[in-house]
């Protein structure tokens, strides 16, 4: 149909009866019985009220005649419950209600009990005339083959009508229908995961080109450091601890010549002092010696000064160097711990990718 009027609310139009109603697995046996008890009114379309019905029908640009049925006029048709509770002891398990047999929104209740409520659905032919005939009932029944019991005394049967089938049929592509969604709405968290999965992979990439540059960049400084102040101050240093341990081995060495000679250089001129008068060769000789001597003070106390200089010198520089080494350690530290850093976060997201992995395949295998 076409909209009756501008800005139609097709809500109103609920549908055919045969595309409302749903019959469970466990009562597919009874959809023969079912549609021979609808009939023609399975094809009838159901509105909200008796407007909407006429605007269809004048309005509506219909390819067919149909039926409607307004809600809000239709006249609902069900049996007593006493009648049904007298039938079901009269033929136990045997016999149940049409309209029990459906499913249906609750809303479309009042109609579809005008298709279905005033019907019994038999399982034999002796229960539905017992259905339609006994005194205390007289329903129309149907069997399951599709042969009709009529309280006017009318029985109806034989070859199946055509088109028969057509509720198991409509039922089939319902379910189908509902597969249908039920796979859509799973390939769309799927694909929704897959997302995520995809966005946790770029991360990953990420991380990994992160921590592959920051290797790279440690290469380097390491390659930079082997090269660089770091092992020149290095081997400098191996170099000022060997002279500076040669230069202490001399501290004693000369501070003990220099004693002596103090020490001999005093008791040449005691000696002096003593044979001044009487020892006039002697003497002129122990002055040549003394000469001697003191010529060799300066020079030995020259040689002393000198170690000790090159010694503080070189404790100087040793403590410099040892100071470098130690910036150049911390730095050398500091990359390992960013490298420790971005390993981590590698591996958290390689915990992450693998869960997702193995979430994905699980959706898949089932």
Do not use: W
């Amino acid at each position: 149909y076409q909209d009756p009027v501008r800005n139609f609310d097709r809500s109103k139009v609920k549908g055919m009866v045969a595309q409302l109603i749903s019959i469970e697995d466990k009562n597919k046996f009874a959809a023969m019985a079912l549609e021979i008890t609808a009939g023609g009114r399975i094809y009838n379309v159901i509105v909200d009220d008796d407007s909407t019905g006429a605007q269809l029908l004048k309005h509506g640009n219909l390819k067919r005649r149909v039926t409607i049925i307004p809600l809000n006029k239709i006249a609902a048709q069900q049996l007593d419950p006493s009648i049904v509770t007298f039938a079901k002891n009269l033929a136990p398990g045997k016999v149940d209600t049409a309209l029990s047999l459906v499913g249906y929104p609750e809303e479309l209740e009042r109609a579809i009990s005008y298709v279905f409520g005033s019907t019994f659905i038999c399982k034999d032919p002796k229960t539905a005339e017992q259905m339609a005939f006994h005194k205390n009932i007289r329903k129309k029944a149907v069997t399951l083959d599709g042969d009709v019991y009529d309280p006017a005394g009318t029985m109806q049967g034989g070859a199946k009508p055509s088109g028969a089938g057509i509720l198991n049929r409509l039922q089939d592509f319902k379910n189908a229908r509902h597969e249908h969604a039920a796979l859509c709405k799973e390939l769309a968290a799927i694909e929704s995961q897959l997302a995520e999965t995809d966005e946790l992979k770029d991360d990953y990439m990420r991380l990994s080109r992160e921590l592959d540059l920051a290797k790279h960049k440690l290469s380097l400084v390491e390659q930079q450091l082997s090269y660089s102040s770091y092992a020149q101050q290095t081997t400098r240093l191996e170099e000022i601890s060997v002279e500076l341990a040669a230069q202490q081995a001399l501290i004693p060495e000369a501070t003990t010549k220099h004693a002596l000679v103090t020490q001999r250089a005093q008791n040449i001129g005691k000696e002096m002092g003593e044979f001044s008068q009487d020892k006039g060769g002697k003497i002129k000789q122990l002055k040549k010696r003394l000469s001697a001597l003191k010529e060799a003070l300066p020079k030995a106390e020259a040689k002393l000064k000198e170690c000790q200089r090159v010694t503080q010198q070189a404790t100087l520089e040793k403590d410099e160097i040892e100071s470098e080494i130690s910036d150049l350690v911390a730095q050398a530290e500091s990359s390992d711990s960013a490298i420790s850093a971005q390993e981590e976060e590698r591996k958290e997201v390689d915990a992450t990718l693998a869960r997702t992995k193995e979430e994905l395949d699980t959706k898949q295998a089932a």
